[in-house]
């Protein structure tokens, strides 16, 4: 059998997102608390001949050509190495595809630390941050994982403190088709001429995150909501059928059309699931916060 190594890839959600008017460079500065949630994609690599990625798993709509952003992390590492080698990419999906819940970067991110393993390259952390933050604005936190405060585009993590071991309980429907992020950036602004430069910084909800799942459901908050329910209004019925059935607060999970609801304990996320999973063919519940593809 091939040597290979297999390293785990956490979804996130993000608790707070708050975004700016757009920069020059045409991003929106980003004031965000990410959370890592132990619904997750497993990438393993093992070397061959040429580059390529395969998907299994539930990876409709995931490309396999050169635009899939874990090949491009393999061949970012190589790069900086001036390695002349390449790696097969097996990614078994468990994240939702197209969801906002950043499964195309978590891939990436653990496909830098599977590879530098598997290589034995001892990249250090300055520079798979550096390499994650070329690839997308949400590859660095999949390196982290747990609670991190995201700030820039959302490519520079700060870990923040909270429980460390998984105790928050989510329910996360999949509403269909996905939602494009630059469409809905992109509607935001038109939404929101009068954006700031620079988003609040989510004080209360830093504060809080040690505190009763309840205090923290109360301040979920996400500026890109207003754009995807005014792309997918059908959204908003299902917050308010998540909130009926039990869950402290349903939010869009980044730019959407995942819904996360955060729920007071397994027994209420298990209740809330059932009862979404009438109308909704893809339900699942997670826990969280997680440890991220560095796994530390
Ligand atoms: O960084 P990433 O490739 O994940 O971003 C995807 C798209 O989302 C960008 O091309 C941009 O349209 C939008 N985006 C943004 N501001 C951010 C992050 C993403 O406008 N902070």
Redesign the pocket.
Known sequence: MTPSTTVRAPAKINLHLG?GA?RED?????MTVYHAVDLHDEVTVSDAEEWSVVVRGAAEGVPCDETNLALRAGRALAAHHGLDRAARIEILKGIPVAGGMAGG?ADAAATLVALDRHWELDSGDAVLFALAAGL???VPFGLVGRNALGTG???QVEQLPGVESPRWWVVVPSPGEGLS??AV??RYDELRPDAPAQPAAPYRLVEFLEDPVAEVAALLHNDLQVAALDLRPDLADLLAAGEAAGALRGIVSG?GPTCVFLCADQPTAERVAQALRASYDVVLTACGPVRGALGR
């Open positions: 975004v757009p045409g991003f929106h500065p980003l970067s997308g604005s949400d585009r959302g490519e992020t630059p950036y992109r730019s």
